[in-house]
């Protein structure tokens, strides 16, 4: 069976300092951020978590950890996935993560190697997408996602958070911004940490997996009718912050009568 070494959830969690006043007043709460690919979740995501003491789960990193296992075992070749082995090796995939104080983040762990910058590239960001839409790769990470979610105080991003994997979450954000505006961020990302790449070819590889994400059978990328829809085209990062901790506080403030 498919597992991921997250009983240690626990690890992915920011230490945080004692609690203020003001957070003993908040109501420990399920959020889920859905959205496209490089729309900045993550990075709204992972402060917000940080802020309030929460587990940041990054999903899209588990399907892209199973991507690179993929390709590190010749499972995926020229660009063709072998169904029949991947799913028998489901059983040796563990993923973990690990709250790197360093930066911040939880970082990704597969069968107990950091990863996190190898799933990043360009080789596994084109295979993602494919990998995803496989109903058995989704069971079992959506059976995962659940259990860490268990508990509350979670704060977890992908496209069917707000859907499929916690559908009962409290707050349910649903972030978007241009194909272009997603391509150059990506672009500048990849740029800084020094990989060669070219502007077309990541808006390609954008457009693609908005297409693949949103058109397949299992879970596509939707909105949930409960979700706040963010468009962060000209917002900066600080500015969506703002917006996200305000979004928190009015859900999860004790003060203030439940939303129904
Ligand atoms: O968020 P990301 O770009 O790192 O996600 C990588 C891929 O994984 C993306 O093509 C969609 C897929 N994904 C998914 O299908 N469901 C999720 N909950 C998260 C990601």
Not at 140 to 164: L, N, S, Y
Not at 168 to 193: G, N
Request: hydrophobic content about 35%; charged content about 30%; proline content about 3%.
């Amino acid at each position: 069976m498919f597992h991921i070494g997250y009983a240690e959830r626990e690890q992915a969690r920011p230490k945080v300092k004692t609690k203020t006043k003001n957070e003993t007043k908040m109501r420990k709460i399920t959020i889920a951020i859905d959205g496209h690919s490089s729309c900045g979740k993550s990075t709204m995501a992972k402060d917000l978590a940080r802020e309030i003491g929460y587990v940041y789960v990054d999903s899209g990193a588990m399907y892209r950890a199973v991507t690179l296992y993929a390709l590190q075992h010749d499972i995926i070749q020229d660009g063709a996935i072998d169904e029949e082995r991947l799913k028998d090796s489901m059983g040796d995939i563990v993923i973990s993560f690990l709250f790197n104080p360093e930066k911040g983040r939880p970082d990704t762990y597969l069968n107990g190697q950091y990863v996190e910058d190898k799933i990043r590239t360009m080789e596994v960001s084109s295979m993602v997408s494919p990998i995803a839409t496989l109903p058995f790769v989704r069971e079992a990470m959506v059976e995962q996602q659940k259990r860490m979610g268990a508990e509350k105080g979670i704060i977890m991003d992908g496209r069917d958070i707000g859907t499929t994997v916690f559908p009962d979450a409290e707050l349910k954000i649903f972030v978007t911004a241009s194909a272009e505006v997603r391509a150059q961020r990506r672009y500048d990302e990849l740029t800084a940490k020094g990989e060669t790449c070219d502007y077309n070819e990541i808006l390609k590889n954008v457009q693609e997996r908005d297409y693949i994400d949103s058109h397949r059978e299992v879970s596509p990328l939707r909105k949930a009718d409960d979700a706040i829809t963010l468009d962060n085209s000209n917002l900066t990062i600080e500015e969506q912050k703002q917006w996200l901790l305000r979004e928190y506080e009015r859900v999860a403030d004790c003060r203030k009568p439940e939303q129904p």
